[in-house]
Every structure is written in C-alpha cells, then in structure tokens.
C-alpha cells in the first residue's frame, strides 16, 4: 500500500488539502469579525467616555489586527516558496506588524488624551 503524497496538506486523513482550506477561511473570517467587533466595542466606548473599555477594545483590535497580519503574511510567504525562488520578494513581516502597532498606540494614546483633557462621558 503507497501511502499519500508528499504534498498533500491533510495526510494520510482528509481530502487532500479541501478540509484545510476550508478551516484555514473559517479562522480568517472569525480573525475578522473579531476585528471589526473590537472596533464597534472601540468606537462605542470612546462615545460614552469610558477610558478602560476603550482601552480593552483597542488592545483586542490591535492583537486582532496582528493575527490578520501574520496570517496574511504566512499565506504570501507560502505562495512565494511555491512560485521558487526568482519570485519577486514583498515587504518584511516587521513592516506590517511595525505599522499596525504604531497606528493601534497612536490612537490608545488619542483616546487617554481625550479623556484626560475633557473629562469622561464629554
């Protein structure tokens, strides 16, 4: 009996790579809609004033929004080890994860300010 082919994702179980990718979009969808509540949660406490809810909400959006980052980068970094190595090569991981962190402080850090020049609930 031959067992599977080397480049089949799932194994000797599974479909062949079908299962896989159906779980791999699954968890992509969930990263968003995690993001997108975050942001909802975020934009909501920062309209009522409430300082530690914001600072929840941003923190859950950043580490989201990271999730989503590294994932997208390991699906390109897949993608370009399958296309060999002449592939034209993209943006560092540290670029993204870099922006992502700055943009997510720079607004945590709006949002105390705001707080702590006007007041809560202004």
Same mark, same amino acid.
């Given at each position: 009996?031959?067992g599977?082919p080397e480049?089949?994702p799932?194994?000797?179980?599974?479909?062949?790579?079908?299962?896989v990718?159906?779980? /791999?979009? #699954?968890?992509?969808?969930?990263?968003c809609s995690?993001a997108?509540? &975050?942001l %909802?949660g975020?934009? $909501?406490?920062?309209h009522?004033g409430?300082?530690p809810t914001a600072v929840?909400?941003?923190?859950?959006?950043t580490?989201?929004?990271?999730?989503?980052?590294?994932?997208?980068?390991?699906?390109?970094?897949r993608r370009r /080890?399958d #296309?060999?190595p002449?592939?034209?090569r993209?943006i560092?991981v540290r &670029?993204? %994860?870099?922006a992502? $962190?700055?943009?997510?402080?720079g607004?945590?850090a709006?949002?105390v300010a705001?707080?702590?020049?006007f007041?809560p609930?202004?």
């Amino acid at each position: 009996m031959t067992g599977p082919p080397e480049g089949r994702p799932a194994g000797a179980l599974g479909d062949g790579g079908l299962q896989v990718e159906r779980t /791999a979009l #699954a968890w992509r969808r969930t990263e968003c809609s995690v993001a997108v509540c &975050a942001l %909802v949660g975020l934009r $909501l406490a920062t309209h009522q004033g409430d300082v530690p809810t914001a600072v929840a909400a941003g923190v859950v959006l950043t580490g989201a929004v990271a999730v989503l980052v590294v994932d997208i980068v390991r699906i390109r970094k897949r993608r370009r /080890a399958d #296309a060999g190595p002449d592939a034209p090569r993209g943006i560092p991981v540290r &670029a993204h %994860v870099l922006a992502v $962190l700055t943009a997510s402080l720079g607004i945590l850090a709006l949002i105390v300010a705001h707080t702590v020049t006007f007041g809560p609930g202004y």
